[in-house]
């Protein structure tokens, strides 16, 4: 078991560009969390998706940000017109469906966003 | 709003001692809490889940408590090492919001 694959591990775009980062959950996990972390900062809840729904986005900036996570395929989230405040580690997590109902979250390594 | 409170920013102690973090949450009842760590440069890595229904939980060197009247859980971790050295996260609930986290550095 792969874990929970993000891609690339480090980006580099010019302001006004787009970023695309991908997260591939581990085998069986069907829910997918997006998370930012500036340098010396906390993690920052994003969005969270399940299979072609997004559940719970609030932690989305309201323009430029887009998440998915379609029915095949790794989730998505989508920068456009990057600014250098959006430089920063973008973090993926995954978690399966339990009867249990508790969310325990494997963490992909992170895709590092920098913008020029 | 819901709030998430991490005791200090940065924890230093000796090796050998045991180190206590603190995880104070508001607005929230969770049915359960979650503690992670993280290196740096690296993703968060789970550690241990918590009932509302257990009063406290071990894990080798691990402890931690929850207290649902006092909105409080306790991190602990005996005869600490070096290699213990990190960031430790809380997550009260579902909704997987972090803490900021606190930074534990155990000195030689």
């Known amino acids: 078991n792969a874990g929970v694959m993000q891609n690339p591990r480090h980006l580099v775009r010019r302001r006004g560009q787009e970023a695309r980062l991908r997260c591939s959950p581990m085998k069986g996990h069907s829910h997918v969390y997006w998370y930012r972390q500036l340098p010396e900062e906390g993690l920052k809840f994003m969005v969270y998706?399940?299979?072609?729904?997004?559940?719970?986005e609030s932690g989305m900036p309201k323009e430029r940000f887009s998440a998915e996570f379609p029915k095949e395929g790794p989730s998505i989230l989508r920068i456009q017109q990057v600014v250098r405040g959006d430089s920063a580690a973008y973090f993926c997590?995954?978690?399966?469906?339990?009867?249990?109902?508790?969310?325990?979250?494997?963490f992909g390594a992170g895709s590092r966003l920098t913008v020029l | 709003s819901q709030k998430i409170e991490q005791n200090s920013e940065a924890l230093n102690i000796q090796e050998g001692k045991t180190a206590t973090l603190t995880c104070n949450y508001t607005n929230y009842s969770p049915a359960y809490l979650q503690w992670y760590r993280q290196d740096p440069g690296r993703g968060p890595v789970f550690l241990l889940l918590?009932?509302?229904?257990?009063k406290e939980k071990r894990k080798e060197r691990l402890k931690v408590t929850f207290d649902t009247t006092l909105k409080q859980s306790l991190f602990h971790i005996t005869a600490s090492q070096p290699a213990d050295s990190a960031t430790y996260l809380c997550a009260p609930g579902g909704d997987m919001r972090f803490g900021a986290g606190t930074r534990l550095t155990v000195k030689p």
């Open positions: 918590i009932r509302e229904n257990e």
């Open positions: 998706l399940q299979k072609e729904n997004i559940i719970d």
């Open positions: 997590a995954s978690s399966p469906l339990l009867a249990s109902g508790a969310n325990v979250l494997t």
